[in-house]
């Protein structure tokens, strides 16, 4: 079992960062892919970005693109995700997650073993 445990979200103004955090324990060696998920009022769960366990590897929505950055540190145990020039419609509940089953379908969230409880984004303009 591997557990997951967010941290980081708050109310921000549009322009500006936030980083969020995600603290695993367990078989966390098993997970090969770790992702991060959004879920915006009045819209499913969304795929916002995914790494592999070596971190060489990263994949963004297009929607983040140029503006988040996902990483690891694998001596922590820890993920991160880095979100700088925040807009209102980032604003939503964000998930971190993890996969033992590989990378080749990391935007799906049927995708993968374990959740985090999620943080609340909330982006004003």
């Known amino acids: 079992q591997v557990q997951l445990v967010e941290s980081g979200g708050g109310l921000v103004q549009a322009g500006g960062s936030l980083r969020l955090s995600c603290a695993a324990s367990g078989r966390t060696f098993s997970t090969l892919v770790w992702g991060w998920f959004r879920h915006p009022p009045g819209k499913e769960r969304e795929f916002v970005a995914a790494?592999?366990?070596?971190?060489?590897?990263?994949d963004y929505a297009d929607s983040v693109k140029g503006r988040f950055t996902i990483s690891r540190d694998n001596i922590k145990n820890t993920g991160y995700l880095q979100m700088n020039t925040l807009k209102p419609e980032d604003t939503a509940v964000y998930y971190c997650?993890?996969?033992?089953?590989?990378?080749?379908?990391?935007?799906?969230?049927?995708?993968?073993?374990?959740w985090g409880q999620g943080t609340q984004v909330t982006v004003s303009s």
């Open positions: 997650a993890a996969t033992t089953r590989g990378w080749r379908r990391r935007w799906e969230v049927t995708e993968y073993n374990y």
């Open positions: 790494i592999t366990w070596s971190g060489g590897t990263t």
